[in-house]
């Protein structure tokens, strides 16, 4: 049987730098690897920054709102929305920090501890955030439609409080999804 095998021959693949403007050393064999710039939104930005704080500020607002009404230490549901924000708002504030720190002295965060640990606690507290406003959000749903019993409950801050434990989870969302995906292009 008579059959063509492919086959490769190796060709020689010559540099193309140059070794720089003035001509300088020609031998320079490594390619200069490429790394990429910093995404609005990553840790030490300024996009980083202004997520934390809406972060925050919505954590706040939200765990104000519902730490201002007086029956919710009867529901469990509010009292993990409570807590869920205030580990939100804590984590958020600590981050925010660390972002001016990193603004004011230049300091690249892009370090593969500190950003893993970003995405840890990034979407940790994500997650307990969500799984409180979706917990809060049914039971603000059985108040107000299946129970009709909203006359006698805090209804508008639940919903409010609940909201703003959404706006919170939809904020930190972005920065764990940018740490993680800059774990993974490493």
């Not at 490769?8 to 690897?33: K, Y």
């Not at 920054?49 to 201002?68: D, E, P, Y």
């Not at 969500?130 to 299946?146: Q, R, Y």
């Amino acid at each position: 049987m008579n059959v063509s095998h492919a086959s490769v021959h190796p060709v020689e693949d010559l540099p193309t730098t140059d070794g720089g403007v003035g001509g300088g050393n020609n031998n320079n064999n490594e390619v200069p690897r490429v790394r990429m710039k910093d995404i609005q939104g990553m840790p030490g930005t300024a996009g980083g920054l202004a997520l934390r704080i809406c972060q925050f500020a919505s954590a706040v607002l939200g765990l104000c709102i519902m730490a201002t009404t007086s029956d919710f230490p009867s529901v469990t549901a509010f009292c993990y929305l409570v807590a869920a924000t205030g580990l939100q708002s804590l984590w958020s504030l600590s981050q925010a920090i660390i972002d001016i720190y990193a603004l004011l002295v230049r300091r690249s965060l892009q370090n593969s501890r500190v950003v893993s640990s970003f995405a840890i606690g990034d979407g940790i507290t994500s997650t307990l955030t969500f799984a409180a406003a979706c917990a809060s959000a049914g039971i603000t749903v059985l108040i107000d439609n299946d129970l009709n019993s909203c006359a006698h409950n805090h209804c508008i801050q639940f919903k409010t409080a609940t909201a703003m434990a959404f706006v919170s989870w939809f904020t930190s969302l972005p920065s764990f999804l940018l740490n993680f995906w800059s774990l993974a292009s490493r």
